[in-house]
């Protein structure tokens, strides 16, 4: 039997060599459609300055079966300053995904990140705040209520370090920080009755703290009764972690029997470790792929019911957030695909994982 990661990294080492720090060599091997090797959806994120982008829609109409609007869908784009909402931006995605035949999956309702000024303005008065955030939930979240399969109902609820939960302006607002996710999920399944309602955040595989602080708050919520029925786990991967971490942590999140979403993989050839990073380009490729496989195949290791769907942060390494601003060196390769739409050795880890 061929040792899929073994023929993988030999490849990866071929394609690199004497490549410095050069963009990353496409693999030269057959490209097979992702979703037709997954027994379950794979999703990419957009917006709609991609939608008219052919290089983009020919790999998105390949490879994906569900959509998540990156930023669109946001409050931060969704709610104006006198209380109104627009909803152009992220009607064109939701058009757009019904006309090709995707799943739209919905990104995200409340984020400590957004703390509006129309909500900020209301932090003295309770009733009027608790009014506004139920009409904002009951207004977004029933707008799509036919189309959208699932919600990111509230969007990295714990702090970075991982100690704790987030002391937010929803929390200032309505009292307590698990009162604001609770009224969130039950205005949520008031409003989308039969969408899957997510509890996401990052850094959960990276940081055990985090991941632990995390799977408490999902007890509690379950306990208090909050119709919490998914939970996401954003998978921007720190490439420098130990092998088998990412896959213990997706079986820890198993336990509570609720469908999973690998909601926002990404893994970045930097690491923030300085030595780490210091390691020749190759050799964090192989590493990059190790670590992204070993989630693949532990997604894939969950029972069916558990699979909601496996997303991707992008489809190109520029299409990333990773690879936005003034410090972006064009070295970076956190994605599936190149910017040509070559796939990437990232891209046949995750369809070697899917393929068996």
């Known amino acids: 039997m061929i040792d899929r990661r073994a023929l993988l990294a030999s490849t990866v080492a071929l394609t690199a060599c004497g490549s410095g720090e050069a ?9 097979r459609a992702l979703k037709s090797l997954a027994p379950f959806p794979v999703g990419t994120a957009c917006m709609t300055g991609q939608l008219s982008d052919q290089v983009w829609f020919q790999l998105v109409s390949e490879h994906f079966s569900q959509l998540t609007p990156e930023w669109e869908m946001k409050m931060e784009y969704i709610l104006q300053a006198d209380g109104s909402l627009r909803f152009d931006a992220p009607d064109r995605i939701a058009y757009f995904a019904r006309d090709l035949g995707l799943r739209l999956f919905g990104h995200a309702l409340i984020w400590y990140a957004q703390d509006h000024p129309w909500f900020k303005a209301l932090t003295g008065d309770r ?3 608790a ?3 139920d009409r904002y939930i009951a207004e977004v979240a029933g707008r ?3 189309q ?5 109902v509230v969007n990295e609820p714990v702090t970075h370090d991982g100690k704790a939960l987030r002391d937010c302006v929803w929390s200032q607002g309505l009292g307590g920080t698990d009162a604001y996710i609770v009224r969130a999920f039950e205005q949520a399944k008031a409003a989308a009755p039969d969408a899957v309602l997510f509890l996401n955040d990052y850094g959960l595989e990276n940081n055990p703290v985090k991941g632990a602080t995390y799977l408490r708050l999902v007890e509690r919520l379950l306990k208090a009764g909050a119709p919490v029925t998914g939970l996401g786990t954003q998978s921007h991967l720190d490439i420098s972690l130990p092998s088998g971490q990412a896959a213990a942590f997706i079986r820890e999140l198993a336990q509570f029997g609720l469908p999973i979403h690998v909601a926002e993989l990404d893994a970045s050839l930097r690491t923030g470790d300085r030595l780490f990073d210091l390691t020749p380009r190759p050799q964090r490729i192989e590493r990059q792929t190790a670590r992204v496989a ?7 290791a969950l029972p069916r019911a558990q699979q909601f769907a496996f997303t991707v942060w992008g489809v190109r390494d520029t299409d990333s957030w990773l690879r936005r601003g003034t410090e972006d060196d064009g070295k970076d390769s956190p994605l599936l695909f190149d910017t ?3 796939a990437n050795p990232m891209f046949h880890a995750v369809a070697d994982a899917f393929g068996g």
């Open 23 to 31: 963009a990353v060599v496409p693999i030269d091997r057959p490209v």
């Open 127 to 129: 009733a009027r705040f």
């Open 131 to 133: 009014a506004e955030y």
């Open 144 to 146: 799509w209520r036919s």
């Open 148 to 152: 959208i399969v699932g919600w990111d």
């Open 294 to 300: 070993e989630l693949a195949e532990a997604f894939l």
């Open 340 to 342: 040509a739409g070559r």
